[in-house]
């Protein structure tokens, strides 16, 4: 069956499915280890591959499952799917027969991807502990399992804890007239504002009552709370276990290790130079909105985390003539998603056809093939909308990694957007453009050789660089022009208002950046240290007054909801260092042409498709014909 018919299915079809590629995953590895030396790339890697694969596959489409069905009874089987699949990983990963199997592998006669990857499958399986004795293999053998249980309940925690408050139809003054309709007051005379994207993020941005701003921000940072400060507590010290267990002095420095950056000290001086070239520009725009909210109220001594999004959108209507609110008619969310697949279409030579009646997990899912002059590349799937029980944020997921001659790759988008007919925020336009970067990553990277390096499967501090360059398609004229059409009257988009827009976006980056870094801070510091005796909550405190110019508010616990301390860990950090990448790639575009086919036809195929059959750095080396620098990202940090 494929990923979308057993995600259609039953529970027990999905853990069917699960068990069979466990027992092939095993199969294969029994043949490696059976093989007589010397061991051939062709027959000894081929073999590890597809246990490799065969459990990649199982883990992606119980994550997506997991994250994403509708149902109690399909998304708790999923979780103990993805129990069972990571613990056979870290079993296969501690075993030494196999790790020696592999070390006898004659590569002499082997291409230059084959050999860089045996060389990166040898490396993991040392950071895995292989060389360990049996009793310490069998604690990171547990602390692994448990490691993989604790997250799954973090997530859990705060993707089932969606709060909300109850407010008087006065207090939805300033907010849009599509916003307002969407949500009619209940029988009780009350309107429910909850912290799903949709209600959050317009709501913070445009209502002018900042009371109710305040108790939805508020309600906002507690959720997951209490439970997850204890979850939290017992994710930071099983990791921090495993580290010493693997020789390493924190989680933050294993994490790191094998990164572009290489260590955690890296990590740190990178935040710390990143927060100093955005520390005048942060404090130059904190004043400006101190300046804005004296003019409703002189006395006021500061600015608090749940005004600063509608005193900056005032700033920016003073500044430039812009109104965020003059943008959102001409992004009603079909059309939008009809922009994404135009211009990426374009962009790389590809053809979207949407799969009438494909198996999906849910009616709101949208199935997609992706073809290039007629030859199937792969599939997507796009789930967009909220529901109880849905991953809370926007992500692409894996649902099979493709390989040559054997497999083509899909993906999901799972998101939280407005409904068609519904208007989004220019910055959920990007976040779409975004997301759907990382997919393209996947799909096109989805055809090497070996199925352990499809994909996304570079660096993880450069797995946010092509979708983050992929953003910078949303502020241009001509391309927004061609599906961001007044919903009323099919008018496309002023040029002169998306140079308002683009002027307006100068102002706050200062403190988004430092923002950015505080989160970068939170995860680092987080793993850096033995965390038993760490306070989390005053840690939080103290970075957040050191980094950003907002006071820290008791009894909220953004920690608790920050969903990238399950998945990325320490590594929050790699969203900035992909960008200073992003930005330089995008100068490539910027001097070409964004909609030039030579220039993405390169970018394609020196970047995206290779997978992580190569360094990162190798991979942008080839697209831009020289190191990547900071010089591109300093220029748009200083510009404006």
């Known amino acids: 069956m494929s990923p979308g018919e057993l995600l259609a299915s039953s529970p027990e079809q999905l853990a069917l499915a699960n068990r069979r590629d466990m027992e092939l995953a095993r199969a294969r590895v029994a043949r490696l280890k059976a093989m007589p030396s010397p ?34 009874a399909m998304r708790d089987v999923a979780e103990r799917c993805e129990q069972e699949v ?54 990171i053998r547990a602390l692994n399992d448990e490691l993989v249980r604790i997250g799954q309940e973090f997530g859990r925690n705060i993707r089932d804890d969606v709060r909300w408050v109850d407010l008087d139809p006065a207090e939805l003054e300033g907010l849009p007239d599509d916003y307002v309709r969407a949500r009619p007051p209940r029988a009780d005379g009350k ?71 290489g260590s955690a000290q890296a990590a740190a001086d990178f935040i710390a130079r990143i927060s100093a070239a ?47 609110q003059e943008v959102r008619p001409y992004f009603e969310l079909s059309r939008v998603q009809q922009g994404v697949l135009d211009v990426t279409a374009r962009l790389f030579g590809l053809t979207y056809q949407k799969i009438s009646g494909a198996p999906v997990w849910h009616s709101d899912v949208t199935c997609f093939d992706v073809l290039e002059e007629g030859c199937l590349l792969g599939r997507f799937y796009l789930d967009l909308f909220p529901r109880e029980g849905k991953y809370k944020h926007a992500a692409q ?54 199925a352990g390096l499809s994909g996304v499967r570079t660096e993880w501090d450069f797995v946010e660089a092509p979708s983050q360059m992929l953003e910078e398609w949303c502020w241009d004229p001509s391309v927004l022009a061609g599906f961001a059409r007044h919903h009323l009257t099919g008018a496309p988009i002023p040029a002169e208002l998306v140079a308002r827009m683009r002027a307006a976006e100068e102002f706050g980056k200062g403190l988004r950046v ?78 070409e042409g964004l909609m030039e086919p030579a220039a993405a036809l390169r970018y394609r195929k020196t970047v995206l498709e290779p997978g992580g059959s190569a360094k990162a750095a190798d991979l942008v080396r080839d697209f831009l014909g020289r190191e990547y620098d900071f010089r591109a990202f300093e220029e748009w940090l200083n510009a404006g």
């Not at 000894?44 to 109690?72: C, I």
């Not at 082997?110 to 293999?137: C, E, H, I, N």
């Not at 749940?306 to 005193?311: A, F, G, N, P, Y």
């Not at 083509?408 to 007919?421: I, Y």
């Open 514 to 591: 430092r923002q950015q870094m505080y989160y970068a801070a939170v995860s680092l510091a987080f793993h850096g240290s033995e965390p038993r005796s760490l306070d989390t909550t005053a840690l939080i405190a103290r970075l957040q007054e050191s980094l950003t110019p907002f006071r820290y508010v008791p009894e909220t616990y953004f920690h608790e909801s920050f969903g990238h301390l399950e998945g990325y860990s320490a590594l929050y950090y790699t969203y900035m260092w992909s960008l200073v990448i992003a930005k330089d790639l995008f100068g490539a575009f910027r001097r």
């Open 39 to 72: 061991r051939t790339v062709e027959e000894g890697l081929a073999a590890y591959d597809e246990a490799v694969s065969a459990l990649s596959d199982a883990s992606s489409r119980a994550s997506v499952a997991r994250n994403a069905h509708p149902s109690p």
């Open 191 to 261: 309107v429910r504002i909850t912290t799903d994207t949709p209600d959050y993020v317009p709501f913070l941005s445009y209502a002018k009552s900042s009371p109710a701003r305040e108790r939805l921000w508020r309600v906002y940072r507690q959720r997951a709370h209490p439970r997850n400060l204890d979850t939290l507590a017992r994710m930071l010290e099983r990791r921090h276990e495993l580290a010493d267990l693997l020789g390493h002095p924190s989680w933050s420095s294993y994490a790191t290790e094998d990164k572009m950056i």
């Open 86 to 139: 990571d613990a056979l990983s870290t079993e296969l990963s501690l075993d030494r027969g196999i790790y020696d199997a592999l070390r006898e592998i004659d590569v002499s006669g082997a291409d230059a991807k084959a050999r860089f990857y045996l060389q990166r499958v040898l490396r993991d399986f040392r950071r895995a502990g292989v060389d360990r004795d049996d009793q310490t293999r069998g604690r």
């Open 397 to 450: 997921f894996t649902l099979r990694s493709g390989q040559a001659g054997r497999a083509l790759p899909e993906g999901a988008l799972v998101c939280n957007f407005p409904r068609p007919g519904e208007l989004l925020e220019h910055g959920e336009v990007v976040t779409f453009f975004h997301e759907f970067g990382h997919l393209l990553h996947h799909l096109l990277g989805g055809r090497t050789r070996w």
């Open 278 to 324: 955005a520390e005048a520009r942060m404090r130059t725009e904190y004043e400006a909105l101190l300046e804005q909210k004296r003019r409703d109220d002189p006395a006021a001594e500061r600015v608090e985390a749940w005004d600063s999004q509608v005193l900056t959108e005032a700033v920016r209507k003073e500044r430039h003539g812009f109104d965020a």
